[in-house]
């Protein structure tokens, strides 16, 4: 009995280490994937000693979020949840004398510990239409914005006797702007008296201006922001309407008066994109982001400081070769930190204040490794604060020895999943392209990779065009997650990704498929030469420019690939510019309309980067994904060339997204595009 016994202990002990073993060697499915927490944002205790954040994890059965706040010690120590209402939370203010959070959910001001306990909600009237809401230093205003109806845009507003006509009367452009129809609502800055909770004698600070603050739809609370002496607040704005804002980047700073309800533009005569406004801790300079050309985009992104007192202006990076992200004064007022792609990451750098020159300060890089650094959170003694991904690693919390760039993880948000996963090796791979340069490309392996076999291999053309291919973590276009099912990814910074310089940033404008898509081909071509990729299943996916450049790959790669996925791809360059919104973009890079025969450059674009031009030359099986409210790229790209790979007699699928519009945000109609993306995968690969 006692031999059956110590038999019996050793099975069960044996069965428990491989079943211990086989949940240590899992691999990223779709499903998997929408069960990891994202990070959202985070703010530090005014004593430096507490991380509170936002992590949101989906339920899908409801398909939809669910935000909740943690608390986390920067010295280390496990994480605390400190609510746990479904809805998102918004941190207004800390109490430094008592320690109290104030902060946004429901439509409500609220209070509590900073370990969650002894709630109370401090407003009793519901705001629903509340958004951006911050309160002055001083804790004697509050600002937000909600929507206004400044324009008669509806036949039912325009005519009251027609209740039920649901028209658009549009007379000029911009009627739509990303995912929205125009109905002649505009977000505007409200200023009112705040005493703990109540919200009295509110203004708009817009005085009824056709102009939107935050700016859509990508703009947010770093949009507006009080002055550090609360007398003053600062907002970014693109005071333009019609065509001219249709084809124009040029927002400004604008310093709004409490005293005097006087507005003044402190950016005038700076022509691009002027944003993310912060002052120092002391108040006695203001920096931003700028970039000089109005109607390009991408255009480089320099931080510029004002002097408050004297006026001086500097750009402090004029002289360095790359495009910032986002910034942070340190606190003693003498760096700024700042966040830039460098070399095929993101990198936290600093850059001297204390004596600014004319020419601008060199730059010193802190951190370095292949991961991107993601955010600022703040600086707590000699650390900053950031979070970190890399393509294995979703959106973690990490101190920054500001001394050595040593970095340590701080949270542990996904590490219950991350620790049952086999991590795909990730190289760094270097190609030397047609007009010999030498270009970075990132190569994904499967997570039980050998050598000795062939591979399925996938070309990832990213979008932007100018958007950085860095260690980003993607709840869609997921490396680990195509590697997980069997494919080495081959994703190369081609023309056009920031971080190898302003000149490879630049050349892709006017040249969409020119050098970029033989930089793609360079890559291919490359990696196939490894006895480990089976030449003879190539597959090319992308989206947005990736997707344009999945259209014109299929015209003009001669054989290479097998397969390809097209995501809310351009693929008549005509019917676009005819459709599409922001119409600077497509001035800036396609060259401008297709009416001017004289504009050379716009008309090489249109016949010989024009992807619906080579459809004569389609002869492989095509997926087509497009988003019905993607009004960027709107839908009759997507539906043309479905209807000409049909019409051709070429084996596809169309997957339309009636709710989704540039991207695909809803949790089952993602885990949807993931299932028929590996099932189009599977049956032509």
């Excluded at 845009?153 to 995912?179: C, E, F, S």
């Excluded at 209807?643 to 009636?658: D, E, M, N, T």
Aim: hydrophobic content about 35%; glycine content about 8%; charged content about 20%.
């Amino acid at each position: 009995m006692k031999k059956i016994s110590i038999l019996f202990s050793l099975l069960f002990l044996n069965l428990t280490a491989i079943t211990a073993t086989a949940q240590n060697n899992q691999k990223m499915t779709p499903e998997l994937l929408w069960k990891l927490g994202r990070y959202g944002a985070g703010v530090l205790t005014p004593d430096g000693n507490n991380i509170i954040y936002t992590v949101t994890t989906y339920n899908l059965a409801n398909n939809k979020g669910e935000p909740n706040l943690f608390s986390l010690p920067v010295n280390g120590g496990p994480s605390q949840q400190i609510t746990n209402e479904a809805g998102g939370k918004d941190i207004l203010r800390f109490d430094e004398a008592t320690g109290r959070i104030t902060y946004w959910y429901d439509g409500r001001i609220w209070q509590m510990n900073s370990n969650g306990t002894n709630l109370a909600m401090l407003t009793v009237d519901q705001k629903d239409d509340f958004e951006n809401i911050r309160i002055s230093p001083d804790g004697k205003k509050i600002i937000y914005t909600r929507d206004v109806q400044i324009q008669k845009v509806l036949g039912k507003d325009k005519y009251a006797d027609l209740p039920k006509a649901n028209a658009y009367v549009i007379t000029d452009l911009n009627y739509r702007h990303w995912d929205t129809w125009a109905n002649g609502k505009f977000s505007h800055i409200f200023l009112a008296d705040y005493d703990n909770g109540k919200i009295s004698n509110e203004k708009d600070i817009m005085h009824g201006e056709a102009f939107d603050v935050p700016q859509k739809p990508s703009g947010g609370l770093e949009d507006l922001i009080f002055s550090p002496d609360s007398k003053n607040i600062i907002y970014v704005c693109k005071k333009k309407s019609g065509k001219d804002y249709a084809q124009s980047t040029n927002t400004d700073l604008y310093q709004y008066n409490i005293a005097t309800d006087e507005t003044r533009n402190t950016t005038q005569g700076m022509n691009g994109y002027d944003t993310q406004p912060q002052f120092n801790h002391s108040g006695s300079h203001m920096a931003w982001l700028s970039m000089k050309e109005d109607g390009y985009e991408a255009d480089k992104n320099d931080i510029v400081i004002r002097n408050l007192k004297t006026g001086l202006k500097v750009n402090l990076t004029a002289a360095w070769d790359e495009s910032i992200n986002s910034f942070c004064f340190s606190k003693d007022d003498s760096k700024i930190y700042f966040i830039a792609v460098h070399n095929g990451t993101e990198q936290l750098f600093s850059v001297d204040v204390k004596v600014p020159s004319a020419t601008g300060q060199s730059v010193t890089q802190i951190t370095k490794g292949q991961w991107d650094v993601t955010s600022i959170i703040g600086q707590s003694g000699s650390k900053l604060i950031v979070t970190r991904t890399d393509m294995n690693h979703a959106a973690e919390i990490y101190s920054v020895d500001l001394s050595t760039g040593n970095m340590q993880k701080l949270s542990d948000i996904n590490d219950k999943i991350n620790n049952r996963l086999i991590p795909s090796k990730v190289d760094e791979r270097h190609i030397k392209t047609t007009d010999g340069k030498d270009m970075l490309a990132w190569v994904i392996y499967p997570p039980d990779f050998d050598p000795t076999k062939k591979y399925p291999t996938l070309l990832y053309c990213q979008g932007g065009p100018q958007s950085a291919l860095s260690q980003f973590y993607s709840f869609r276009w997921n490396f680990q997650l195509m590697a997980a099912q069997g494919y080495i990814v081959i994703a190369p910074n081609r023309r056009g990704m920031p971080g190898h310089g302003v000149e490879w940033n630049r050349q892709i404008s006017g040249d969409w498929g020119g050098q970029a898509i033989q930089d793609y081909l360079s890559a291919i071509d490359d990696i196939a030469k490894e006895p480990f990729v089976d030449k003879e299943r190539l597959g090319c996916i992308g989206a947005s420019y990736g997707g344009y450049s999945v259209y014109m790959l299929a015209g003009v790669h001669n054989g290479r690939f097998k397969t390809f996925i097209a995501h809310d791809g351009l693929f008549d360059l005509k019917s676009w510019y005819g459709t599409t919104e922001e119409i600077w973009f497509a001035n800036k890079d396609i060259g401008g309309n297709y009416w001017d025969k004289s504009n050379l450059k716009a008309q090489k674009s249109y016949l010989k980067f024009n992807p619906s031009n080579y459809v004569d030359k389609w002869n492989t099986p095509i997926m087509v994904v497009q988003g019905g409210k993607d009004y960027r790229v709107p839908n009759e790209q997507g539906f043309q060339a479905f209807q000409a790979a049909q019409l051709r007699g070429i084996k596809s699928k169309f997957l339309f997204l009636p709710d989704e519009n540039h991207w695909v945000l809803k949790p089952q109609n993602a885990i949807l595009w993931q299932r028929e993306f590996f099932d189009w995968l599977k049956e032509t690969l």
